[in-house]
């Protein structure tokens, strides 16, 4: 099979058909604009996916008869169509999408996806993104492909061989790259106070971004880490190649570095590209907490919007608007607390950037729960660690004005009073 141009490649996809296109920084983007360029041809196609980097014209309201979103991770690029109400959000576990392909809940009539150039035996990679992707690629009727030299080859469940695609185009382009921004003061702090629970011997799961970039800066020190995430970002590299993270202790993959996607810059991109230690597989194995507990002490550090005086955490929204998706917060939380010495984490900073507290005495109205009050241990602010785990609703309202901005710990105290009878 040769390649094709992207704009026939793209001539597999028909009206009432539902789309999936692979996430993150691997984007078919070529392919996405193709499809989109066919806006007068096509009505009612929906299109499924994680958060996408780069542009998303079949979100606009301007195609709204051609193309409809069902997003599982609502990004900057869909949020505006989210409010007007051209996409739609489905609340659902990571750990479970790929359950929505492969139970045909969701079935999928054409996957878009971008992988590396084939090898001598003909198999591409799908480099940075396995996650949800593979589920699509087994359970689509067409997949079709944007073949990018510039993708990693990773090791993993993501090895796909030249026959199953449909149709391919070429480009040459490189994947798009997100920032790492120095610690600010708060997310420093922060950053010291996770790495002090931190044992040695700590299989790790952590996100994207201010925070757990500074949590990673503060443990130098610490031996034999492993890392089993659902991504992960350029803040591994430095503590793998001092030997911190060597995954000497994991039991599922030692000394493997196991995840299903990956976002940072270039310097992560060629850091992953044919590197045996990393292991890039399925997301419904990754954060299927029944392996996850596996692994000893293990840390999950995650984020939130705001958290209650009983331990509710909202992450997914600010009041009723909707903001990310769930994600795999709960997978984590949940597999983290079932492992030996395990640590659920859940980290932010105690004030907005308009000095609102994110400690509050109840959730916004219409704000989602996305991990119970049940689930929590440890909550972290710049201002300290709040151990919830054991404790009772007072207890707990104690523990979190304590960690609160001080600006606001007379009112929450205020409230601690209103409802408990005392303080």
């Known amino acids: 099979m040769n390649a094709v141009t992207p704009e026939e490649a793209v001539k597999i996809i028909s009206s009432n058909q539902r789309v999936f296109v692979q996430g993150g920084v691997a984007t078919p983007q070529l392919l996405v604009k193709a499809m989109s ?200 590299i430095d503590l793998v190649n001092s030997g911190v993270i060597n995954g000497k202790f994991k039991k599922k993959h030692p000394y493997k570095i196991t995840s299903g996607f990956a976002m940072g810059t270039k310097r992560l991109y060629e850091f992953m590209d044919d590197n045996p230690e990393i292991v890039m597989l399925d997301i419904a194995y990754v954060n299927d907490s029944a392996v996850i507990r596996q692994n000893p002490k293990v840390t999950a550090i995650n984020s939130a919007v705001e958290i209650d005086l009983s331990g509710q955490v909202c992450a997914d929204s600010i009041g009723k608007t909707m903001y990310s998706g769930v994600g795999g917060q709960m997978d984590f939380i949940r597999g983290a607390s079932l492992s030996a010495g395990g640590k659920p984490i859940i980290a932010l900073g105690s004030a907005t950037n308009q000095g609102l507290s994110k400690l509050v005495p109840t959730l916004k109205e219409g704000a989602g729960v996305v991990t119970t009050r049940a689930h929590v241990h440890y909550v972290v602010t710049e201002y300290g660690v709040a151990d919830l785990y054991g404790k009772n609703l007072l207890q707990r309202a104690r523990a979190l004005t304590n960690v609160a901005h001080p600006d606001h710990r007379e009112k929450l105290e205020q409230d601690t009073y209103e409802r408990f009878g005392r303080i």
């Not at 492969?102 to 996806?113: E, F, G, H, W």
């Not at 997310?187 to 996100?207: F, N, P, R, W």
């Open 37 to 236: 360029a066919r806006a007068n041809e096509l009505r009612n196609v929906e299109v499924v996916h994680l958060h996408t980097e780069g542009d998303a014209p079949y979100a606009n309201e301007s195609m709204k008869d051609s193309f409809f979103v069902n997003s599982f991770f609502i990004g900057p690029n869909v949020r505006p169509s989210i409010k007007n109400g051209n996409a739609q959000y489905i609340p659902v576990f990571l750990s479970e999408i790929p359950n929505l392909f492969r139970r045909n809940i969701l079935p999928l009539d054409v996957a878009m996806v971008q992988v590396s150039p084939p090898d001598k035996h003909g198999y591409c990679s799908l480099g940075v993104s396995v996650d949800t992707t593979i589920a699509a690629i087994e359970e689509a009727k067409y997949v079709i492909a944007q073949i990018n030299p510039k993708m990693p080859r990773t090791f993993g469940d993501g090895l796909i061989h030249l026959d199953y695609f449909h149709a391919f185009c070429e480009i040459d382009e490189d994947l798009p790259e997100l920032a790492i921004h120095p610690p600010n003061e708060v997310e420093s702090a922060i950053g010291k106070h996770i790495a002090g629970l931190v044992e040695d011997g700590a299989t790790l799961q952590m996100g994207i971004g201010g925070i757990p970039n500074a949590a990673l800066k503060f443990l130098s020190n610490h031996k034999d880490l492993g890392i089993h995430t659902e991504m992960f970002s350029d803040g591994i």
